[in-house]
């Protein structure tokens, strides 16, 4: 028994510091879809393409709204494929823990 409690202390920690340290995610790794408002054309291709349907545009009060739901979003880059704009991208982030839906929508809006 001590024997393996000695192994075990010489071999130190094998996992990670995570939460405490943040992990980042490897090369290549497809995480949270970010928009960026300044290049949107607001043309709904990424939304045409979306399996989930998780991304929408809406038009209303003279206002072009383009939404991205998280909550269904299944990382598959598909809009980020089609957006001639790089209006959207996804990103190296991985921590989508929510107590709520609404916490998980992004919107970005133009005036008409
Ligand atoms: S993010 Fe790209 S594909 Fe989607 S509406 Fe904007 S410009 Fe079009
Ligand atoms: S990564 Fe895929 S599922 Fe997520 S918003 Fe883009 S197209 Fe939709």
Do not use: H
Request: net charge neutral.
């Amino acid at each position: 028994m001590l024997e393996i409690l000695k192994k075990t202390l010489k071999a130190g920690s094998q996992t990670t510091k995570y939460p405490q340290i943040p992990d980042e995610a490897p090369e290549g790794f497809r995480g949270k879809p970010q928009l960026f408002p300044d290049r949107c054309t607001y043309c709904g291709e990424c939304a045409a393409v979306c399996p989930p349907n998780v991304i929408w545009l809406t038009e209303e009060r003279g206002e072009k709204t383009l939404t991205l739901s998280y909550c269904g979003c299944i990382f598959c880059g598909r809009c980020e494929e089609v957006c001639q704009s790089g209006a959207v991208k996804l990103t190296q982030e991985y921590e989508l823990a929510s107590k709520t839906k609404e916490d998980l929508l992004t919107s970005i809006r133009r005036k008409l």
